[in-house]
T-cell receptor, first 113, second 111 residues
Framework: DAKTTQPTSMDCAEGRAANLPCNHSTISGNEYVYWYRQIHSQGPQYIIHGLKNNETNEMASLIITEDRKSSTLILPHATLRDTAVYYCIVRAGRGGSNYKLTFGKGTLLTVNP | DGGITQSPKYLFRKEGQNVTLSCEQNLNHDAMYWYRQDPGQGLRLIYYSQIVNDFQKGDIAEGYSVSREKKESFPLTVTSAQKNPTAFYLC??????????FGPGTRLTVL
């Protein structure tokens, strides 16, 4: 799986959009970009994933650059409960035999009042 | 309620003792996983199972053992051979090859 690079930490004001970047310059054509988050002392929570197109769900939006070498997770209106470590993960295929998720250290997002 | 349960939430054991961590899911997922997390670090894969009665080693399997006798259950045993067992242990499940859903975790402390 391709390696990802994320900033160690970011701050965001409550009610504002949080934009979390991720670099994955060695991503292959069949690799998806996944985002998870982990609130302190809890299990990780799936947020969103994408291959080429931008994606949006009830939690967030995922913007993937045209060359697919980087992506941005957007939380449109951050709340205090969004304070967590956010992991960007690149994984081959959505089916098949490659199930492994490789978690790095992620980005600690702190939402301030 | 569908979901993944792990028990207990906190576990204390003496050095040299084996300990088994429970993981149960009622999501009808085929695949299950065990991860370990150390303070300030990401998750590392210990073992995973794609189907009942089958499992594979992950990146850090030494000192751990698993079984998958039922689809719903994937217990992890931390043996005395694991040199540094104190950590946060997370279990996850997924439909074949799709998103993984995590349990609340078990924090193991070896005294």
């Amino acid at each position: 799986d391709a390696k990802t690079t994320q900033p160690t930490s970011m701050d965001c004001a409550e009610g504002r959009a949080a934009n979390l970047p991720c670099n994955h310059s060695t991503i292959s054509g069949n690799e998806y970009v996944y985002w998870y988050r982990q609130i302190h002392s809890q299990g990780p929570q799936y947020i969103i994933h994408g291959l080429k197109n931008n994606e949006t769900n009830e939690m967030a939006s995922l913007i993937i650059t045209e060359d697919r070498k980087s992506s941005t997770l957007i939380l449109p209106h951050a709340t205090l409960r969004d304070t967590a470590v956010y992991y960007c993960i690149v994984r081959a295929g959505r089916g098949g035999s490659n199930y492994k998720l490789t978690f790095g250290k992620g980005t600690l997002l702190t939402v301030n009042p | 309620d569908g979901g993944i349960t792990q028990s207990p939430k906190y576990l204390f054991r003496k050095e040299g003792q084996n300990v088994t961590l429970s993981c149960e899911q009622n999501l009808n997922h085929d695949a299950m996983y065990w991860y370990r997390q150390d303070p300030g670090q990401g998750l590392r894969l210990i073992y995973y199972s794609q189907i009942v009665n089958d499992f594979q080693k992950g990146d850090i399997a030494e000192g751990y053992s698993v079984s998958r006798e039922k689809k719903e259950s994937f217990p992890l045993t931390v043996t005395s051979a694991q040199k540094n067992p104190t950590a946060f242990y997370l279990c996850a499940s997924s439909p074949q090859g799709f998103e993984q859903f995590f349990g609340p975790g078990t924090r193991l402390t070896v005294l």
